[in-house]
């Protein structure tokens, strides 16, 4: 049985200050309509329930040190690229996370959150990038290619 990773309570609204808009780019394309995700409130929350994404749009999702991380698509609407980099900016794994049925009236939580794929980062990763499915292969992105977020100067955006 898989842990619950995200608890209920967590799904209250962010504390966390306003969202942080940072661009980015990625494999020549500015992404103007990044959002970040830097405490753990967003972090958790990330891009459920969204019914659409810009198409310079996505969320960068920042931890606090490099580890070994999972995404799910809990609550998401919308088909999204992942892509997770390592500290030195480097993509050490790119998914094409599907929308996933929704949770049924009658499913408990704990079937609904064990039956959600886990797409890895295969490597300690200090970040990862949400974008529309479909990007990453119309970019020709590819693990070991670089992004720079230019993470000193956000992390200090981190709560």
């Given at each position: 049985?898989?842990?619950l990773?995200?608890?209920?309570?967590?799904?209250?609204?962010?504390?966390?200050?306003?969202?942080?808009?940072?661009?980015?780019?990625?494999?020549?394309?500015?992404?103007?309509?990044?959002?970040?995700?830097?405490?753990?409130?967003?972090?958790?929350r990330?891009l459920m329930?969204?019914?659409?994404l810009?198409?310079?749009?996505?969320?960068?999702?920042?931890?606090?040190?490099?580890?070994?991380?999972?995404?799910?698509?809990?609550?998401?609407?919308?088909?999204?690229?992942?892509?997770?980099?390592?500290?030195?900016?480097?993509?050490?794994?790119?998914?094409?996370?599907?929308?996933?049925?929704?949770?049924?009236?009658?499913?408990?939580?704990?079937?609904?959150?064990?039956?959600?794929?886990?797409?890895?980062?295969?490597?300690?990763?200090?970040?990862a990038?949400?974008?529309?499915?479909g990007?990453?292969?119309?970019?020709?992105?590819k693990?070991g290619d670089?992004?720079?977020?230019?993470?000193?100067?956000?992390?200090?955006?981190?709560?």
């Amino acid at each position: 049985m898989k842990h619950l990773l995200f608890p209920l309570l967590a799904l209250a609204l962010c504390a966390c200050a306003e969202s942080l808009k940072w661009p980015v780019e990625i494999g020549g394309m500015l992404f103007e309509n990044m959002e970040t995700a830097l405490c753990d409130e967003d972090r958790i929350r990330g891009l459920m329930f969204r019914e659409s994404l810009p198409e310079d749009g996505g969320m960068l999702f920042l931890f606090p040190k490099p580890e070994k991380h999972g995404f799910w698509m809990r609550n998401t609407l919308i088909p999204l690229d992942i892509l997770f980099l390592d500290k030195e900016g480097r993509i050490t794994a790119i998914h094409t996370m599907a929308v996933e049925p929704p949770q049924g009236k009658q499913e408990p939580d704990e079937d609904y959150c064990d039956r959600l794929p886990s797409y890895p980062s295969v490597k300690p990763a200090i970040a990862a990038i949400e974008i529309n499915a479909g990007l990453a292969a119309s970019l020709k992105l590819k693990v070991g290619d670089k992004v720079e977020i230019f993470q000193k100067e956000l992390a200090k955006h981190l709560k």
